[in-house]
């Protein structure tokens, strides 16, 4: 089931990429709107409010909405961004983060995490993807 990245082969994250890129997407919505907000350059406090708390509800719902396998995916991934394991390590990863995910609140969880998407993103680069030439 797992492929290798050998010749151009991309490895089986148990996630498709369009999955990780569109949460990458989110959470650095998520960020922005929050460094904006916490950077005072807001015109229009009611509308930035609005479209932060749409964004982030809108990265937990679509988080809550994938199934355990692709929630555990991320959880490991994660990790693997922030470097507490390496991507020879991904069956471990993969194995905690499911014991992890046993309350099944892996949004709460990712949310809770600062930089999501940039975690997300080194994830997936120490695994030679590339997030940025997903086709969105």
């Given at each position: 089931m797992s492929q290798t990245e050998e010749e151009g082969e991309e490895f089986d994250l148990g996630i498709s990429l369009e999955i990780v890129a569109t949460v990458v997407d989110l959470a650095n919505a998520v960020q922005d709107a929050e460094d904006g907000l916490l950077s005072g350059e807001d015109d229009d406090d009611d509308d930035d409010e609005d479209e932060d708390?749409?964004?982030?509800?809108?990265?937990?719902?679509?988080?809550?909405?994938?199934?355990?396998?692709?929630q555990v995916a991320l959880i490991a991934l994660a990790w693997v961004g922030r470097g507490d394991y390496e991507p020879e390590d991904w069956a471990e990863a993969l194995k905690l983060a499911a014991e992890r995910n046993t309350r099944g609140d892996a949004s709460a969880y990712l949310t809770g995490m600062e930089?999501?998407?940039?975690?997300?993103?080194e994830g997936a680069g120490a695994f030679g993807l590339a997030i940025e030439e997903v086709e969105r």
């Open positions: 708390e749409i964004s982030e509800e809108m990265l937990t719902d679509f988080i809550d909405e994938l199934n355990e396998e692709q930089g999501l998407g940039d975690l997300l993103t």
